[in-house]
């Protein structure tokens, strides 16, 4: 179903697609939890191209390639030296094509991975192009939402923080939308979720609420997704010293949120969520790092038609 | 034939050898393309050593290392931390040495690929020894050659654009007159090809043209092999300026060009290859590229010895 | 004995752990000169995280991941993406656990390998913390005794050089006081071997004697282990320059000294032992940078449990 295809935004995908990829990054899981040697990609090469450094992502990535049986090369600096010589993407993608058999590319610019896309033949899987898409991040979200609370449907997710420039939630709200779920957006004013976004899960029959009272939203929550607000986004520095207080989640928020609650975050965090809450049942955000390479396994192994 | 051999420069190699890198490349492409398993390299370790930084060969060696069933260890940074505390590059090999069964280096002195040779007990592979030598570009030129024609004898090639700095027409040069052909040399008086060199091909028995007539140079040729002006290479800007255009190859330069002639370019481009001939089915360059993926595992595993 | 351990520090080792890992290091060392296939990791993957720079040890643990059958990820930079961020050593370690099998770290800081391992599920090898320890240095080190003198014990071992800052030659000293030892420290006045480490070996049974003069503490000598002298370390240069000389060692110094004795150095070496030693039978500084490949896959098989 997914054989040859690219993997370049959450709108792509049809609820088939993303059971068949939760299905088998599942299936994955379990082989690697009982050490089972897995040579699905036996003999393929796959490339991570970090035109811009993400150690994270890309060692997540280079991870599940090798877990799959694959063999990778990388590239992890700002730029390669070939685009210092002046070459353009294209012909750095036609060229890497040659060499490989998936691509795995995170660059700066906006619709960069589309670009990569139509030049490759082989399937190229976007790991990030500015701040456009970061499609597999979004899978792993709803993978992990799934594991945690056994399935994707009918739940209250709270989006907390900076909704505006959060790439993340954006594409996990399109997911939530798909799978019916009820969404509360909480932010500062000036970092509320767009609203051509809010009104197009509107228009998908989304039931979204909005307000800034981050614990009466807690009380209510089966689930909160936890993004980090950056002084840079405020031209005020007051403003963000008072507010930054109100969106910190600690173990007393969470001692008066709605029981079991869910805690994610897509990481690395700084001060949002405080180490008390580290050893709470519910904190799930370092288990949602890890399901990325088995969510990225699964990937990996159905574009190259392995599985 | 070359069990043990360092790869270091394309004088060192019999015609006979020539044969046996370009047959085992071809056995290679078929068993890649056929997705076929190699596990010829099983168990050794190429070190991949870019002492200067060069994206593009070191992702075509490591990829070839990794389909010929090798694994890679690589530097990738400009010097290494053991050289930053004032190790000799004689020390470095002679360590390094020892963790592997095959070395890749590129460095930008000219003549270390010598030194690292005869320090090291593994096979040596030059990946570029600064304006000395680059013999695996020479190699997959040739391998395209003889794949784009049917057969590396008796053509009329035209070398273009800079000749005295091109390191790649040099070499070519050489196995273009090992191989008796035709050579045109294409370039502006002040980057004309060597002296030297031009004697050389002679004494081998080389028909050699020079002129700066690109299109009367071109209307006689089977092939052409376009190489970079660079504008640093002129004192004088302007004349820079006045000369570019000629030696700009588009599809209209194509269309006046014999019929069916294959264009070459080591790569990366910059404009001297309008993208408007990227579709002309004679446009080898890509796939020149990819080729360097199946001659370096014919290298590989010819110098390991295990083919 | 070892599974699920983390290796930290020298002190940590009981003689019955140093022999298993010398003795698994040797068989490893058998089968890869036989070029056997070694698949003892097959389907782990390895983590070297460099967080700061050390080509020569990276690549030693790569190719040692590599040739017992795992796979490797890595970090080869000064400071990740993350970190850049702001997250803290711990999530980052978090955050990775969950892609790999067994992490290797190096790190600027002193403790930070501990804090590594505290919050690590799978295993962690500490390969340097900043002026903290070593610890496969030194295991290196005895295994190249071990092989170049047939036992670990009863030999007359000299320390030469900087004793002071040297963590090479501390952890050596543990080892040596271990398999009961007689140490010569041979340093300036300022670099002398730390008064409580010196304290330490003599309560745990060691006999150590300090001197300043070289070429009679060789001539009792079965083993000197070479270390540089940095002129940072001294205030005043001419005092550097003064000394310099007399810790230097050439062919001449190794004539006079006692016969078969083995010189050992950590490398990169830059002028304190002349390369005119190099064809010196007994010098085994590369033969000791070539052992640890074997120790290292021994580490890495014995804390994963596949050994």
Aim: hydrophobic fraction near 35%.
């Amino acid at each position: 179903m997914l054989k040859g295809k690219d993997i370049l935004n959450t709108a792509q995908f049809s609820i088939d697609e993303l059971s068949l990829i939760m299905d088998t990054a599942a299936d994955y899981e379990q082989k690697v939890k009982n050490y089972e040697i897995i040579r699905d990609m036996d003999g393929r090469v796959v490339a991570c191209l970090f035109f811009e450094p993400s150690t994270r992502t890309r060692l997540s990535f280079e991870s599940a390639a090798n877990r799959v049986g694959a063999r990778v090369i990388s590239v992890s600096s700002a730029g390669s030296s070939s685009t210092a010589k002046g070459e353009t993407l294209v012909d750095t993608i036609r060229t890497i094509d040659g060499y490989i058999d998936v691509i795995v590319m995170r660059h700066p610019e906006i619709g960069s991975a589309r670009i990569a896309a139509d030049n490759a033949r082989h399937p190229v899987i976007n790991a990030g192009d500015g701040s456009g898409q970061h499609p597999t991040q979004a899978l792993l979200d709803i993978y992990t939402i799934r594991k945690e609370k056994g399935s994707l449907e009918g739940h209250t997710i709270t989006f907390l923080g900076d909704l505006k420039y959060g790439r993340t939630v954006h594409s996990l709200g399109y997911f939530m939308t798909m799978y019916k779920n009820k969404m509360i957006f909480v932010s500062p004013e000036s970092l509320r979720m767009p609203e051509e976004l809010t009104a197009d899960f509107r228009s998908r029959g989304a039931e979204i609420e909005e307000t800034d009272n981050v614990s009466e939203a807690l009380s209510r929550s089966d689930i909160v997704y936890v993004t980090r607000i950056q002084r840079e986004r405020f031209n005020n520095p007051e403003e963000y010293e008072k507010l930054k207080g109100s969106y910190i989640i600690d173990r007393n928020t969470i001692n008066k949120a709605k029981k079991g609650i869910t805690v994610l975050h897509p990481l690395p965090r700084v001060d949002e969520i405080s180490t008390d809450l580290d050893d709470y049942e519910g904190a799930a955000y370092f288990r949602q790092a890890h399901n990325g390479i088995f969510v990225r396994m699964a990937l990996l192994a159905l574009v190259s038609g392995v599985r």
